[in-house]
Structure formats: C-alpha cells, structure tokens
C-alpha cells in the first residue's frame, strides 16, 4: 500500500464536521449519532506528523471493534445499529473510507483518559526511576525496564486539546472530577478489560504492556466504553516472543516511530519531522501484523 492509497484527512460534504482530532475526523449524522473516520494520520508525542501511515486507519477501525465486541460482557458501548449506507449512501466515498468508518452513539465524554500499565516502561519507567513510583502508586524496589508489574495499576490522566501533552493525575482528582462512584467504576472497569484482554492477547503472541480507555455517558448517566480500545495507537503492544525484561522491547505499534523521533534534534512541538519511507512501510507492517496475530486465532 503506497501513500497515495492512504487517507490522511476525510471530506464528507454532505455532513458536518464536528471535530478534527489527531487522528479522527468526527461528524455530526443526527441528534444521536456520529461517524467516526480513523484517519491514516500518526500523532507522536501528541503531535500529528505530516505523513500518514498508509492503511493504519483501517487496521485501529477493525482491532477496536474486535475488542469492542470481545468486552460487551464487561461495559457496553458506543458502536451504533445504524449502517455506514445510511450515514454514507455516496458508495464513491464509502470507498474512498474503506474500513476506517465508524458510526456511533453520541454519548457526553468523560474529562479523564483512564490509563492502565502493566509493564513498567515509557513515562513510568522514567517516574520510576527518579522516584521508585509510578505516577504516586509505590512499586517495589530494584524492578528492570519492561519489568512486569506485580499487578496493573491504574494511573490516569486529563484528556489534552490537540497540540497539547495530557498530564498525569491523581485517582483523588478523577474523584474530584467525576464523583467517587463514577471514578471507583471506571477504574475499576479499566483494570478488568486490560487484564482479560491482555490475557488473550498472550495467547496470541503478544504483550499489551500498557494502554488507555476512554467512557462516556447517555443522558440516563449509564457508562459506555467510547472512542478505541487497544489499539496500537491506544496502546503499546509488544512481540512475547522477543521480550525480556531490562530493555525496551520491539513493539508492534507507534513506539517505532517515537524510538526514530528520539534520536531527532526535534523539541516535540509542532511542526513534527518528516518520516523516511523506510519508517512509515515498517510502521504501516507492523501495525497490519498486530492485527493479523490479534484477530485470526
């Protein structure tokens, strides 16, 4: 797949865009739905690259709904009854979409984005190792980079405007923000997906060292699960095969791509830099292998 085949932004005319995010473009459909285009774009250190990864719309489109269907027992969520057709009855631009379209309920989102870490590494090993905590959770002393932590924690964060770095907080803050019994249920909920969830991926060869969920509410106050699930956008997904504790494992999604903007003299704001070829094929392979090894046991 070439850059030409990719979809770095969608145009929908005949409907109104509500929202140009890092990657999705959302549009208005009715009183109660919208359509969700996952975009080819990439964002890295929340900033959107100029190039978009050819296909990678589509593979985060089929892997979120592949867990949104495998967690229906745990949380309900936002995927809609109503059909792409209806929503795009233009078959030259639901071709043009391919399998990056999504229609969903239009639910109110929660101010927090609930993160889970399984594995210590990224902004935790770093928090680690200055303070011997993640985030304010205590870890015990003399854990490796990539070390599996003896329980996944719960370590959320607040939800940045694009352009922006989201920031830790404090699951006292999320109380504060959502109320005790809304905070206590989402924490609660996010730690039994990423465990279920991480325990099949295993199964299928791959780790999920860490990810971040996002809920939001009907107007009768019920919780959905909204947005993407374990992605490898959402998420940082790593070869079983290839892991060993103390360095900074091989990955499956956008790590590739941070791993090759480290050695960058680039400041992390916008403008981002512009990727090799070699970078963006190997990034586009190697989100099409995470699908492959997730989706077809």
Known sequence: MSQTDALFQSDLPHLKLLNRGKVRDIYDVD?????????????AFDVVLPQPIPGKGEVLTRVANFWFSRTRNIIPNHLAEM???????????????????????????????AIVRGYLIGSGWKDYQKSGAVCGIQLP?????ADK??????????????GEHDENISFEKTVDLLGRELAEKVRDISLKIYTECAAYAL??????????FEFGQDEKGTLYLIDEVLTPDSSRFWPADEYRPGISPPSFDKQFVRDYLETLDWDKTPPGPELPEQVISKTAEKYREAETRLTEA
């Open 83 to 113: 059909t792409l057709e209806q929503v795009v009855p233009d078959s030259a631009q639901r071709t043009a979409l391919g399998d990056r379209a999504t229609v969903v309920k239009k639910l109110k989102p929660l101010p927090v984005e």
């Open 149 to 162: 932590l003896p329980e996944a924690i719960y370590t959320p964060s607040t939800k940045a405007e694009v």
């Open 31 to 43: 009183d109660a739905h919208m359509l969700i285009v996952a975009s080819d774009r990439l964002s």
């Open 203 to 212: 199964e299928q060869g791959i780790i999920i060292a860490d990810t971040k």
């Open 141 to 145: 002393a003399g854990l490796q980079q």
